[in-house]
């Protein structure tokens, strides 16, 4: 079950990264909305027993697809809101025990090639998830109107 505050705390990052990238004020509400709901589908799914991967995956086609409707409504790039929609979905939890299993490794009097593969696994997983949300917000758009 999602947790109501970590949906509040997407939207709040959602908003945060809006604000950065000078997202005009009328469409900061769409923000908010897109990221709780792709954050919701993606908690949602992981909670269910599908990987991580795939659930960003689905989680960043929602939110692709209320960009395209946006879009289309509004007349106005599908990139205002989505790309600050999704920044909650990065995995920088993935990404920081990969660099700390990196620093393990390095730091080891003995080579551990248990750290390394745990390094490596870190990354690729990072890596996956990286490219399902990009996969996720670009293919509404590519689909044909």
Do not use: C, R, W
Not at 33 to 41: E, L, N, Q, S
Request: hydrophobic share 60%.
């Amino acid at each position: 079950m999602i947790i109501p505050y970590e949906a509040l705390f997407a939207a709040l990052a959602a908003l945060g990264f809006a604000v950065i990238f000078n997202v005009p004020k009328k469409f900061l509400i769409f923000v908010a909305i897109t990221a709780i709901i792709g954050f919701a589908v993606k908690s949602v799914l992981v909670q269910s027993g599908i990987g991580v991967e795939l659930a960003t995956l689905l989680g960043a086609i929602v939110i692709g697809s209320i960009g395209k409707v946006f879009s289309t409504i509004y007349k106005e790039p599908h990139q205002i809101i989505t790309i600050a929609s999704v920044i909650p979905m990065v995995p920088g939890i993935f990404a920081f025990k990969t660099i700390i299993a990196l620093l393990d490794f390095v730091s080891a009097p003995v080579p551990s090639y248990e750290l390394l593969a745990q390094a490596t696994f870190y990354a690729a997983k990072t890596g996956f998830i990286l490219a399902a949300i990009a996969l996720g917000v670009a293919a509404p758009s590519l689909l044909k109107k």
